[in-house]
């Protein structure tokens, strides 16, 4: 049996509250979303990767498919209705560091296409371990999605464009009020702002400051694909790269620094000759969790209070699924 239909205040607008509204709204919801124009939205600057196989370990992703399947549907019926192509395909290119790198690479199965011989890619890249060709991948261009969207609950009469204040809400066991409205529950999709929330602040928190910046080459030479080793970079549409990232923990701000640059570049530099100029900067805060998964559900004493936050890097392939799951709550 359908559960009931319900009225909803979502607080944020970035990729998880924007697709947490969406995933709602499509199943007859009734939602409003307060959000202050994305200020300190790290989904705003987020690079929007997916891979199926990431970090120093070369692991995959787990329930890479099933995520997947869930961020195609969403993503596909979001394009269908605004009239946009959000997320583009590109095939990754992982650059090998070491021998052993080489070793584990060999015992990887899944999504893992070729793996080519140093050279393969000629002077493009400097490959003296070879590299892994991966499927499956590609990014989402996160400022045309998340701005299309808002105009789109803007459209709607979906969304507020201002600071939420907590003192604002008034709870009762059987609703929530806001301003003149009666809901029937609050979600909070506030990203680092949630160690703000005086219902949420002590949650296990592990928030990672990333800088990312927007570059050109000096020489166009690299392959069409995804490249990355401990840096990354990404070719866009209008032959610029979105090269990145840092992790800070000690410094939790948006602010760009000269050795967040630095350190990008430096790793851009260790398997890609060419020459990088820096076109722009950009800061934002990652939302993670100490046990690196999302936190998504009721507040256990107060149930008309929730919560969907702490999806990281991975949150434009994870929330859609998750956003599947509060719907049916």
Partial sequence: MQPPLKFYLIVGQGIAGSILAWSLMKAGHRVIIVDEDHRESSSM???????????QRLAVTPQFDLFFAYANKTYSEISAELGRKFFVPKPIIRVLRSQDELERSRGITSYVTAVH????????????FGSLAISQGGYFQTQLLLTALKKYFTDKAMLISE??????????????KWRSQVFDAVIFCEGFAARQNPWFKNLPYNFVKGELLKISFDSPSLPDAILCQQQWCIPALDG???AGSTYDRDHIDTVVTAEGQAAILKGLNDFIPAKARVLERYAGVRPVMLNQKPVVGMHPSIPRLGIFNGFGSKGFLWVPYYAELVRNF
């Fill in 45 to 55: 600057i987020s690079a929007g990767i997916v891979n199926p196989i990431t970090g």
């Fill in 117 to 128: 011989p140093p050279g393969h890619y000629g002077a493009g890249l400097i490959d003296p």
């Fill in 163 to 176: 600071h939420f204040l907590y003192d604002d809400l008034l709870l009762s066991e059987e609703e929530v």
């Fill in 240 to 242: 610029t790269y979105l």
